[in-house]
């Protein structure tokens, strides 16, 4: 789940963390996109692993950046990964480096994301320090700063760059070449450059 509450995306309302698998599934979560997806339950992890890896998509699991995760709860999530035959076939992402530090620590070939809002020298030295020999980290940005500056940060730290949310056809058209992948709400970038 995305948000912090269901209130959004489904027939209820409360906060996602303090609720069981069983109080959770209980609502609709398909109705408010659309009637299609009515009765829509919320998956599990391994669900949705499962469905990815039938799909052959890669997906990206954010870890948020709030204090409520704690590292075993990080390492049950790259344990889940790891039995659904999904490793190496997802992207970690958290705008908090410590829980990328838990990831990696049970899977040295993890690939990392450190979400941010603005790039700088810390930015690029923290991502850099989570590299290994075996894995891949990049940078995944704010749409809102990006500039030929912090793109250059990036090259010189050769840390690949992602970029959120991005929902504008003229951002995606007009980005830098060295953007390597980027988030939306509701745009297809292959559709639109390709």
């Known amino acids: 789940l995305h948000d912090s509450t269901i209130a959004r995306t489904s027939n209820g309302s409360g906060d996602i963390s303090s609720m069981t698998y069983a109080d959770a599934v209980q609502y609709d979560y398909g109705s408010w996109k659309s009637e299609d997806y009515a009765g829509t339950h ?3 992890l391994k669900e949705f692993l499962t469905v990815c890896k039938a799909l052959k ?14 590292q075993a709860m990080v390492e049950s ?3 889940t990964v790891k039995a659904t035959g999904m490793r190496g076939k997802v992207s970690y ?3 908090n480096a410590t829980y990328l530090g838990y990831v990696k620590a049970v899977d040295l070939s993890a690939r990392l994301g450190y979400v941010v809002n603005k790039i700088d020298s810390t930015i690029t030295a923290t991502a850099n320090s989570m590299r290994t020999n075996a894995n891949e980290v990049f940078i995944d940005a704010w749409d809102t700063h990006i500039n030929n500056e912090t793109v250059q940060l990036c ?3 050769n840390l690949p760059l992602e970029v959120w949310t991005v929902n504008s056809q003229s951002w995606i058209e007009s980005m830098h070449p060295y953007i390597s992948g980027i988030t939306s709400d509701n745009q297809r970038a292959d559709k639109i450059l390709y």
């Open 93 to 95: 992402i958290s705008g």
């Open 42 to 44: 919320l998956p599990t």
């Open 77 to 79: 999530v790259v344990s």
């Open 155 to 157: 090259i010189d730290a």
């Open 57 to 70: 998509l890669h997906p990206y699991i954010e870890i948020k950046s709030d204090n409520s995760t704690t």
